[in-house]
């Protein structure tokens, strides 16, 4: 008997090659067969078994996370996965862990900052997992500044060896991921004192428990540091406490590719630049980037899915309920998310790309791209991860009253997802660096230097601020010059104007704080113009399948319009588009609504994700949704027994009145 789909007469709906489609977000032919072969094996065995999460306590939810590693370890090596397929059976494990901080930020601290001969003795034990690390920056009292911390490292010439020491309740290591309960190892961030002299924040590799029976060594206290938001979610990793009591290492635990410390207690600086570390944080953000696309496709295949199976309202002559996917208020929250979900999985390979050419010319001695670099990375983290955040929680709002249900699979993905706002660089932190490079780059425009890649555009600023814009009708916003151009013109416009208006400070300084608001608007402005600009690339390339292009130009205009109507204020007041052409990208975007909508289904049906991975009723591929829904229901706990467990000990002494209510 053929299964039941819901969604069977959205699907036919569709006006162009899914399977095509599916490709195209995956990346490649080959991307998408190993995507999906991984995704069935995870989906297919038990132990992956995600429906219980939120109701696990939290010690039982931290020991399911370790048999799910150890299993998942298992797997992968019965398997012989290469290292592609081992990343994306983490991914779709789905369950954040101590393996993503000892694969995504132990190993590349080691391999971005370590020297050969320390590469050579641990990352072999690394790969293999015989030593488990995290990665221990933040602390209690500093975490964006870096430069803050106040752990140390003090040099003992006698004895050759570090000794590391946590001086303050402040000085504590706070929030390591896998630190609390399952490291054997840190990358430990202290300020290096060598001869009485403070050097500066350096990494260290400290062993922390013993590789016997996993206590912790002498001098070191380590633990969890609770409970965090939401339940599930995030609580399955053991982010931790650490203090040192004057903890000694050898001398060759300092990371040392680009300072040293001699056998004397000398420091020197190597011959390899400071910028190659430059080469793993762009690897890391690229990766956020990558993480939003898909934290946010993931919501919105929920919210729409179920907003093609829910009606309300609408029944004319006792026919159905109207779809709530066909109000077009539903249609302005939600296709802008859907296109925001495709235009941050381009940028996100056009940022895989970037780290390649990076990496390139750091191996030739070429650190001309790395101010830029660093900024847009910063920025595009900041950007589409914020985005990420609030689009994950207007799905659970677009979802009605069941979205708030656990099982709608929402609330959890939410509490996972918001902590990238903050990790990695907190968002306003990253957009205030931003917008220093930028306010760099409008200062040295003068004196002939050209501004290079993202913002080459730069070097037009004069021409773009003076320039209007073309479009006398709605559908001259659908060429792409015409959006580009606007796009620039606003970047250009509010960049240029901070600069202008920080130029009546007499203190630099004290302008840029005083203007930070003005500031990170205009870093918003110009990492919005790369995505919009990347989606565009994209677009000239050569896209195979019936009707995929043509989805694809209509998602990107969604966006580019959204952004458009969403920041009008900017557009207008930077005098790129006047209030008329602002009410012709509205009536615009309206009409492409109803261009996306009979191809809604199909283009989130391309992420290609399993019922597993989005651990949704609402999102359930076939849609069969309040069965589902009133089935889990009676999976719960609370359901085991009618009479609850409670009842004789307080409700019935209210209800018999055996409670007295002497001042009633
Ligand atoms: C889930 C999670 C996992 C983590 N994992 C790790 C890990 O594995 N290893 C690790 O070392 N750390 C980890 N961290 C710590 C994380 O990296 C820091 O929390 C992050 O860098 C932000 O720093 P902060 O907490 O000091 O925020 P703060 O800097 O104190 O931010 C507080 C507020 O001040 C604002 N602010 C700060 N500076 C400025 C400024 N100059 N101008 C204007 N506004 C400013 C911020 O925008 C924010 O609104 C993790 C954190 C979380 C939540």
């Known amino acids: 008997m053929e299964a039941l789909d819901y969604h069977a007469e959205e699907r036919r709906k569709a006006e162009f090659d899914v399977e095509e489609m599916k490709v195209v977000w995956a990346g490649s032919p080959h991307e998408y067969e190993m995507s999906d072969r991984v995704a069935r094996v995870v989906a297919s065995d038990p132990v992956f078994r995600k429906d219980n999460r939120t109701m696990l306590s939290r010690k039982d939810l931290f020991k399911d996370t370790l048999r799910k590693v150890a299993h998942a370890w298992k797997r992968i090596i019965e398997l012989h996965l290469s290292e592609e397929e081992v990343n994306k059976l983490w991914f779709y494990v789905d369950q954040p862990a101590y393996a993503d901080l000892h694969f995504g930020m132990f190993i590349p601290a080691i391999k971005g900052q370590g020297t050969d001969e320390q590469q050579e003795k641990w990352l072999p034990m690394a790969y293999k997992m015989q030593i488990i690390g995290c990665y221990a920056q933040t602390e209690l009292g500093h975490g964006s500044n870096v430069q803050g911390l106040e752990t140390t490292a003090t040099f003992d010439p006698q004895t050759d060896e570090f000794v590391i020491h946590s001086p303050t309740l402040t000085s504590s290591k706070w929030w390591p991921g896998g630190l609390g309960k399952a490291s054997t190892h840190a990358v430990v961030y202290a300020r290096l004192i060598t001869d009485g002299q403070d050097l500066g924040v350096h990494g260290f590799i400290v062993q922390l428990r013993s590789l016997d029976d996993h206590s912790p060594l002498p001098g070191i206290t380590v633990g969890d540091i609770g409970m965090k938001f939401g339940s599930g979610a995030y609580n399955s990793m053991d982010n931790g406490v650490l203090r040192f009591d004057h903890v000694r290492i050898p001398r060759n635990q300092m990371l040392m590719s680009v300072a040293q410390v001699t056998r004397e207690g000398k420091y ?143 609330p959890e993905l939410f509490a996972v997802y918001v902590p990238a706002c903050t990790y990695e660089g907190d968002n306003f932190v990253m957009l205030l660096q931003v917008a220093r490079f930028l306010m760099k780059t409008v200062s040295q425009l003068g004196s002939g230097k050209k501004p290079v890649g993202t913002t080459a555009y730069m070097g037009r600023a004069e021409h773009l601020m003076q320039c209007c814009c073309e479009v006398e009708s709605a559908e001259d916003w659908l060429k792409p010059s015409v959006i580009l151009e606007a796009f620039e013109a606003r970047a250009a416009g509010m960049s240029v104007t901070c600069a202008k208006n920080l130029s009546k400070f007499s203190n630099p300084e004290e302008g840029f704080a005083e203007l930070s608001a003005d500031l990170v608007e205009a870093a918003v402005a110009h990492c919005q113009l790369i995505v919009v600009s990347k989606f565009i690339e994209k677009l000239q390339q050569d896209i195979p399948g019936k009707g995929v292009k043509r989805q694809l130009e209509i998602l990107c205009n969604v966006y580019a319009l959204y952004l458009v ?100």
């Open 268 to 410: 020197i600086q190597s011959d390899v630049p400071r910028q190659l570390v430059y080469g793993t944080m762009v690897f890391i953000r690229q990766k956020i980037v990558s993480d939003a696309s898909c934290a946010l496709s993931r919501a919105v295949c929920i919210a729409t899915r179920y907003s093609a199976v829910r009606r309300q309202f609408g029944s004319q002559n006792s026919g159905p309920e109207t779809q709530v996917i066909n109000y077009k208020t539903q249609q302005s929250r939600l296709f802008p998310l859907l296109a925001s979900a495709y235009a941050f999985r381009f940028v996100g390979e056009w940022l895989k790309w970037l780290y390649t050419d990076v990496t390139q010319r750091l191996q030739a001695n070429d650190f001309s791209t790395l101010p830029e670099v660093h900024a847009c990375t910063a920025g595009l983290k900041s950007i589409t991860s914020s985005a990420t955040a609030d689009a994950i929680e207007e799905c659970r709002k677009l979802c009605g009253g069941h979205g708030y249900l656990s099982s709608s699979g929402l």
């Open 565 to 664: 109507h969403k920041h009008l204020g900017d557009f207008i007041s930077t005098g790129c588009i006047t209030p008329k052409q602002g009410a012709q990208a509205n009536e615009q975007l309206r009409l492409l609504y109803s261009q996306v909508r009979p191809n809604a289904i199909a283009l989130v049906d391309a992420f290609n994700y399993t019922d597993h991975y989005l651990s949704s009723i609402l999102g359930r591929y076939d849609g069969n949704v309040y069965q589902k829904l009133y089935d889990e229901a009676w999976k719960d706990p609370l359901n085991d027994t009618d009479v609850p467990d409670g009842y004789h000990e307080y409700i019935r002494p209210i209800l018999k009145q055996h409670i007295l209510t002497a001042r009633l």
